[in-house]
């Protein structure tokens, strides 16, 4: 029962990420989180943001070459990595939930999400 209630710790650890305003590792939330409440572990931090992600709250973007990030919008989305300067961006892509369906069809796996990470170089970088 203690994993589904929202606990205080658990809406600072949300809150945080909302207003970080990126796509953070958890190690990067910690740090946030730690300037403002240095009594929240991080343990803490690490165990409540896989379960806000679990809870569908929030989304792990799974990040192949470093640490996961976290993004405070759960709705399903495509995330652009900078291959320079490392950051991750939201496309405004629509997601394909048909390829869910697609991949199931002809492998025969049973699938519930997907994620597809897209490399380049950011604006930013490019000047």
């Not at 569908?56 to 070459?65: C, D, E, H, Y």
């Amino acid at each position: 029962m203690s994993e589904t209630r929202n606990t205080p710790q658990r809406k600072i650890i949300l809150s945080s990420l909302m207003q970080m305003h990126c796509h953070p590792t958890a190690d990067q939330v910690y740090a946030y989180i730690h300037a403002r409440h240095p009594k929240i572990s991080r343990a803490t931090v690490y165990r409540n943001l896989s379960l806000l992600a679990e809870q569908n709250l929030i989304q792990k973007v799974p990040i192949p070459k470093g640490a996961d990030c976290f993004d405070f919008q759960p709705h399903p989305h495509y995330h652009v990595q900078c291959e320079h300067c490392g950051k991750i961006f939201d496309l405004s892509l629509p997601y394909f939930e048909r390829l869910e369906q697609q991949v199931a069809d002809k492998q025969g796996f049973i699938l519930h999400k997907h994620h597809i990470l897209f490399e380049g170089i950011c604006p930013d970088c490019q000047k």
